[in-house]
Structure formats: C-alpha cells, structure tokens
C-alpha cells in the first residue's frame, strides 16, 4: 500500500512550491475609491451629519450603535468624545467632499480627487514612545467584536496618524521645520521601506515567532515522550526532525512536515479585518495537515511507520492576529509618518532606527501576552506500518482521534497574580485502535492494541524557553497478554534557538506496565517553522 507516500510526495511539493515561489509579506495594493465607509447598528437613530471644521473632516457616531470603520483614507484622529467615538480626517480647504450616505447603517463620505493631504502634516516633537504610549499608536484594522467585547479603555483618546492613503504623498518632500524648530512635519515614507503602502493589511503581517508545537503525526506513533497534543494556532508550514533512544532501547527517528492550507495560500489575500470579524475564515485558517514518518535502527524493531494528521483549533485566545494592541504597535513600526512624531522626520536613517526598536519591543510584548494562552483544537489521524522496513508493503496500523483544551490562567481570578505571563495547564484525552506493538519479548514480531489516554501537563516559563511536565493514565485493550493501565510521566524542555527555530529536548517514563517492564523514553528534535514575521522598515535581520 503506498497510499501514504503519495500524500507525502504532495505534501514536500506544496512545500517546494511556496518556498521557491515568490513570496508577498504584509499587505496588498488596493485600487479602491477614495472614500470613507463606517458601519454602524441600525437601531432607528439619527447619526449626526458629518461637518468641516476648518482642515478637519468631522464623522461622530453614538458608541451605543458600536461604530466599526470598513474604509479609511487620509491621516486623521480618532477619538471618544462624551458619548460619540468621533473621527477627524484632515483635508486641503480645496478638497471637494461629498456626503454619499448617513442611514441604514452607514456612513459613507467620498473624497474627491487627489488632493487629500497634499502636504505634510504638521507635528509636535516628541520623545521616543514607551510601553506606557500603547494608546497614541494607529489602528491598522478595526477592532473585532469578539477579540474586543469586553475593553473598557475606550475612553482615552486614541492620537492616530493613519497609513491608507499615503500613497500620493510617497514622492513629496517635507515642508520646513519651523525657525525654532519646535513644529516638525510627518516625515515621508520611503519607497522600499520594506512594506508597501495599502488599505488593508493581509495575515502574515501579524505573524509571530512563538513555539512550533510537536507535530500530531508524531504522537500518534508513539514516538514521542510528552503525552500531550499542544492546542494552538498553526504556522503556514513547519518541519520537525526527531531522534532518540525509545521505551525498548532502540534508537527512533523520524522526519514530519505540518501545514495549514488556507493559510498558506489563500491567507495571502485575507486582510486582518476579514479574519477578525469572520470565525469562518479563522477556522479554516487554524486548519493544519500532517505527514510524519518514523524508523527504527535496530533489528529489535526495523519497521517503518507513517502516519496523516488532522487538526483543527476552535479557539486560540494567543492568536496574534486577534491582539489588537499588537496589530496597532505594527502600524507605528511600519508606517514611518507616526514616527516622525517621536525623532527628526527629515533623518530616514533615524525613521529605520526607531521602527525596528519599536517593531522588536511591540513583538517582545506581543509574544509575552500569547504564548501560553487559552485555546482548545481535536484532531484525527491515520497510520500505516511496513514491519519490515524496507519491503514497501504498508499494512493498517490503526487511527487515533484526540482532543486537547489549554487553560492560559487568562480569566478571573487569576488575571493579575503572574501566573497569566508564565503557566499554562493542558489537558489531552485521546483514543487509538489497532496499534501494531513490537514485542520484546520476540524479535521482529508484533501485537496489536487499542487504548485510551488521559492526560495533563504544566507549562512554565516565557515565550523563548519554559519546561514542561506531563503526567498520563493509560488503559490499554485487545492484546492479550499485555492488557492493563500504568502511568507515565514526561519531562520537556523548549527553548528557541534562533528565529523560527526550536529545540526540545523530552524524557518519559512508564510505570506499573501489565509486563513490569517500564520502559524510558529520551528523545531530542527540531522544529522550524515556516510563517515569516514581515520585515522591519528598512530591512534587517529578525531576532
């Protein structure tokens, strides 16, 4: 049966392809209408007509109707003022500006021509902006209804230079800096700052570096020490390499490659605003497929396993893409007109400097709030077995389905006692059928076994290294001699070796086996992930 080598053979081709491909990072160009469009909820009340005030573009909506905006164009201010969330956009006095529509649920205002912003906006000098600055940075998308239903910090005032139409002042040059040289104007962007100038951000801008999670395929060989099937958004594509000495001695490796389809591909074109509001396009986004494969060295066991993964996540609480305070940080670092609030507008070398400090501290942070956060995912995965090793007849090994639910200690009463920044509890339940089981006792023979799993693990630590400890309950079925429950117990450590690149290093033990042999497991394995972060204005390495 060479069915699963198949799947390999186009799973390694997807891969080839995207990474030979050329590769978009960021955003995309739009060639919309110059126009700005907020929904609101229509309740039967009357929305305030929009107004000039002097260069200033004035739209108020009633929070009560939760205003979303779909399109923004110009620099402008947003802000809450008593019980309206008001947007100032600034125009020229020679703007000619249309109000288009002001019921239904939106507010649609059309700006003519290109003479919005002509010039550039004029700023007061500031110093570089601290952790403590979070409010007076851009939003790039709207905020989600469900990653943001419970913020009560809507009343501070949110000073925003937006990036969506800066395309026409690409080639303008700064006005002068006033004679006492305290009024400086919004630097201009450069052209090859490493990120272009759009409407709507796609999905790989928010990627983060977190932890590549072991492969699914790999636990349901059996392979791996650690009980668990960690819960979590995918990465776009991930490669794991194991080695190690397994439960009967014999040395193990095995090579797996993860990937999330949507992501991968049709992520590419998802803006962070469709992902936000839509749990459609998260789901299947969180989608991920599997390929893994496994050999032993040793005459004791020479078979060669395979195995297909499924796994879907429900929720991830640690989705980067959902943390809005990160995704309005990336704004600042991207879009060098904030930035010129903060150093000399007229030093590009200054405008790179600043963003890749604040881009760095924006991830730091960003990374420190999600890396062990809610979430919960189920997977299914089929398995297939060459006892021989090298005879390329591959006979059923059984399936497993398993589910895992990760508590982040996010929700009361554990909000503010530290262990929200540094724990994270799992549990896993899993079933498995028809496991072909080498025998220790007869060389080259094999039993078959069902069973079911339960198991628990406590991670501890931060987003580049923490350690975990699992303990399990196992009952196992079916293969005579060898039915019964024992326990186990799995120690792990991960730690990031560089970007996109991680290591673990895991030892489990068995104990109160049915044959009172209770093996050990040690194992260490590589994990690169494939999901970018977008590159700093200006270039530079990633850290």
Known sequence: MRSPFSAAVLIVGLTGAVFLGPVRTGLTQSTE???????????????PAPRREGNNYVIAIPRRLDPVPEKLVAPFVNSIEGDNEVWRFEVKDSTPISVAQVDNGTVRVRLGGREVMANPTTVQRRNMPTESDSDAVPDLVPRSREADADDTAGNATVAAVAPPALTPILSRSPSEVDANGSALTVAEISPDSGVST?????????????????????AILGITPDNII???????????????????????????IDTAPYLLFAGRTKTLYEYQNNYSVRFLSRIQFSFATSKG???????????????????????????????????TAFFGSSLGHYVNPHDQAAIAAAGKEWLETARTAAKERNWNKSSWSLGLAPSWIDKAGDSGNYDWNGGAAWTSLAYGFDTQPFVNTGLENTSQLILHLRYRNHEEIPDPAATGSFYTEDSALAALRLRIGSPNFNASLDGAYVREWNSGSHDGSSYRLAFVL???????????????????TPDGKDGSLFLGSFHLGASEEAPMPGGGAKR
């Open 33 to 47: 209408p110059r126009e700005i469009v907020i929904r609101y909820r229509e309740s039967g009340a009357v929305v």
């Open 198 to 218: 759009v409407n709507d951000p796609t999905l790989s801008l928010a990627n983060l570096d977190l932890s590549v999670p072991q492969s699914p395929a790999f």
């Open 230 to 256: 960690r819960p979590g958004s995918p990465r776009e594509l991930a490669l794991s390499l194991l080695n190690g000495i397994g439960e009967n001695g014999v040395f193990q490796s095995g090579i797996a």
């Open 297 to 331: 060295a040793q005459d004791q066991d020479p078979s060669l396993k395979v195995a297909l993964g499924l796994h879907m996540t429900f929720f991830d609480n640690g989705d980067p893409r959902l943390d809005q305070e990160y995704i309005n940080k990336l704004s």
């Open 494 to 512: 991960e730690r990031k070796m560089a970007a996109n690149l991680w290591l673990r290093l895991s030892y489990g033990k068995e104990f109160a």
